[in-house]
Antibody
Framework: QVQMVESGGGVVQPGGSLRLSCTASGFTFSRHGMHWVRQAPGKGLEWLAVVWYDGSDKYYADSVKGRFTVSRDNSKNTVFLQIESLRAEDTAVYYCARDPSIAARLIFDYWGRGTLVTVSS | EVVMTQSPATVSVSPGERVTLSCRASQNIGGNLAWYQQKPGQAPRLLIY???TRATGIPARFSASESGTEFTLTISSLQSEDFAVYYCQHYNNWPPTFGPGTKVDLK
């Protein structure tokens, strides 16, 4: 079955950086765009970034452009999110989610369980 | 950016009742809307997209409709496992955005 497992979250000081990973199984990873979506504690969902099936194209939410970088390694069925200059407002559960298309239909048909990032001194 | 709004914020329902949730887009999104269910401590789950196509494994008691920029999710007979927060999301253009959610809780 389709499964995605995020890792790399934790407690980070303001201004620090973090690299999140999401490893997928149960489907042909290289045939799907992959997204990152976050959810601050007690809040709603915010789309962050998408990477095309082959890594050739990437798009970001304006709120994170320039600080977040999405990438993927199809040989390892893994998508990454590099986060720089962390701020308190980045505190959230970070989910990876699969796009049903090779690029970005912008529907999230399967989700990982998320990894919690806490930005605190 | 398309702004999504949802109403009500919370609805209290008894098992077996019919419940209708509303979502509105700030501009025409061409029916490119999805609905997700999220239970406490869990990831969201895709319910419906397109705007009325059920995702894999979603029971028939979930249905959705569209009227211009107004969208509706209906649960025909609420089951105990349906108590959750429901989000709508447009995917018509960049960036995709979510509504603030409607919580369905026990009356």
């Amino acid at each position: 079955q389709v499964q995605m497992v995020e890792s790399g979250g934790g407690v980070v000081q303001p201004g620090g950086s973090l690299r999140l990973s999401c490893t997928a199984s149960g489907f042909t990873f290289s045939r799907h765009g992959m997204h990152w979506v976050r959810q601050a504690p007690g809040k709603g969902l915010e789309w962050l970034a998408v990477v095309w099936y082959d890594g050739s194209d990437k798009y970001y939410a304006d709120s994170v452009k320039g600080r977040f970088t999405v990438s993927r390694d199809n040989s390892k069925n893994t998508v990454f999110l590099q986060i720089e200059s962390l701020r308190a407002e980045d505190t959230a559960v970070y989910y990876c989610a699969r796009d049903p298309s090779i690029a970005a239909r912008l529907i999230f048909d399967y989700w990982g369980r998320g990894t919690l990032v806490t930005v605190s001194s | 950016e398309v702004v999504m709004t949802q109403s009500p914020a919370t609805v209290s329902v008894s098992p077996g009742e019919r419940v209708t949730l509303s979502c509105r887009a700030s501009q025409n999104i061409g029916g490119n809307l999805a609905w997700y269910q999220q239970k406490p401590g869990q990831a969201p789950r895709l319910l419906i997209y397109g705007p009325s196509t059920r995702a894999t494994g979603i029971p028939a008691r979930f249905s959705a409709s569209e009227s211009g920029t107004e969208f509706t999710l209906t649960i025909s007979s609420l089951q105990s496992e349906d108590f959750a927060v429901y989000y709508c999301q447009h995917y018509n253009n960049w960036p995709p955005t979510f509504g603030p959610g409607t919580k369905v809780d026990l009356k």
